[in-house]
């Protein structure tokens, strides 16, 4: 998997090392000597992650970082500090600036790589989400990055898999104030919960007495309900073969034994960070899906929707041989409502009743507005005479009482239906939905009509009126 990584570092044989390491794995190598450059770079989006040093002459590494992460349009860029500096202090300041992750020089280059994939993956998947959200963006719905900045990652539901008590109880006593935490001895048992207990976060010992903490780690990756969920890993020193093999699996982050309170409280608020921006974007994704096949003044499905979903409701019921019922109506003299009361009172018409006829229709109906006044219901695995009778209920339910068009006005209307079923009308049940719908418009309005058998085998006879009103 590729990338465009930016190194930033004002000493050129540092430099020229991480290039030449980089590109021998097909990565992309963007330099960068000082700080101004790199922001400029990253706000240009010229680069998907960022190596840093910190010890730089103007801005030091940790500002980079810090404006980096507080811009919100490149807040999602990975950071990784590249530096000497050692000490925990150190780890924290730049994990506390919004950093990935911290290493050390001379750099292992095993860990390295193992980083810069892990967050390739991550950004590829990020990418995508965030395409889709700026166009969600574009169409008003929300703006899709400003929560990253402010976002404070405190407060998120982490379960630990940990069964040994001593280091269990670590990691609770270092998060149980910041974060509602619970604790699972028992692998089997976190697979489930993690699945169902909506966590935000999730961390493996890889150093389970009773289970492979990275087969976990796997199965926790492979499962749908769990996959997005961040994990952090905890090792022991010596693991190091295991810890970057968890990278791999596609564990987040890890962190080693012994457990420094602070780094682990950092860690652990840079995944909910990253989690929260990752499920904004998805919420904007599927608002902006939902907007795309939703009627705005109704609610209902709106023509988009039909379109897409009738073909594969007429195929699959040919295929099962099953039945398909369609009802169409609309509103009886709806023009002269506009024209007498107004647009707006013909909106709060429409509002109403879209509200009182979905209350009528059954739950495995699809209720759409195709235009205007005009309304389709799909009714799956439904024959004519079941379907009439929903027809029936949907008229009279209309006719029965007014509907409030503004303040102490209201207005009684009726509808038209045409019913059809796919058994008599095979490919053309739109069609002769419509028609039916006219034939009750021209016997009187106010009825439903349904198509019969006969008129399907050439021999018309005329449609059924279910009910008059």
């Known amino acids: 998997m590729t990338a465009r990584v930016l190194v930033v570092d004002d000493n050129l044989p540092n430099v020229k090392l991480l290039e030449a390491r980089l590109s021998t794995e097909y990565y992309e190598v963007v330099t960068a000597s000082n700080g101004a450059d790199a922001l400029a770079i990253c706000a240009r989006g010229e680069c998907d992650i960022v190596l840093l040093d910190v010890m ?41 600036a919004g950093a990935d992750d911290f290493l050390t020089k001379p ?55 940990d069964d040994r008590r001593s280091s269990a109880g670590t990691i609770y006593g270092a998060l149980k104030d910041l974060h509602e935490v619970e604790v699972e001895p028992d692998a089997s048992e976190a697979l489930i919960e993690g699945a169902a207990g909506g966590y935000d976060l999730l961390i493996v010992s890889l150093s389970l007495e009773a289970y492979d903490g990275l087969r976990l780690c ?34 987040n982050d890890y ?26 974007l998805r919420e904007k994704v599927e608002a902006s899906l939902e907007m795309a096949v939703v009627d705005a003044l109704t609610g209902l499905h709106n023509r988009r929707f039909f379109d897409g979903v009738f073909p594969s409701l007429m195929e699959e019921a040919k295929r ?62 439904t024959r004519v005479d079941v379907g009439a009778k929903v027809a029936e209920r949907v008229r009279a339910g209309v006719a029965g009482a007014a509907f409030p068009i503004g303040k102490s006005r209201s207005l ?52 059924r009126v279910v009910r008059t009103g």
């Open 56 to 96: 730089m002459p103007g801005m030091n590494g940790f500002e980079v970082c810090r404006r980096l992460k507080a811009d919100p349009l490149t807040a999602h860029i990975p950071v990784v500090m590249v530096t000497a500096l050692d000490q925990t202090s150190d780890r924290l300041m730049g994990l506390e």
């Open 107 to 161: 750099i292992d280059e095993a860990a390295l790589l193992a980083r810069v994939r892990s967050l390739a993956r991550l950004r590829l998947s990020l990418d995508e989400l965030r395409m889709r959200a700026m166009r969600a963006a574009k169409m008003g719905i929300g703006k899709s990055f400003d929560s990253a900045a402010v976002e404070t990652g405190l407060g998120g539901r982490v379960l630990v898999v």
């Open 218 to 251: 796997s199965q926790i990756r492979s499962i749908e309900a769990t996959r997005e969920l961040p994990i952090l890993a905890i090792a022991e020193p010596e693991e190091r073969v295991r810890m970057l093999r968890c990278l791999d699996l596609g564990v």
């Open 255 to 280: 962190l080693l034994r012994p457990i420094e309170r602070h780094e682990l409280v950092a860690r652990v608020r840079t995944q909910l960070r990253r989690k929260r921006y990752a499920d904004n």
């Open 320 to 381: 099962k041989a099953r039945p398909l019922s369609v009802m169409m109506f609309d509103i009886d003299h709806f023009k002269s409502v506009n024209d007498a009361h107004g647009h707006e009172a013909g909106d709060r018409l429409l509002q109403g009743l879209a509200g009182r006829v979905r209350a009528l229709v059954r739950g495995s109906d699809m209720f759409c507005r195709l235009s205007g006044d005009e309304f389709v219901i799909l009714m799956p695995d």
């Open 412 to 463: 009684s209307t009726t509808i038209s239906i045409g019913l059809a079923e796919s058994a008599h009308a095979g490919p053309d049940l739109l069609r002769e939905a419509d028609r039916a719908l006219y034939r009750s418009k021209e016997g009187g309005r106010n009825r439903v009509f349904v198509d019969t058998p006969a008129e399907q085998s050439g021999k018309f006879t005329g449609f």
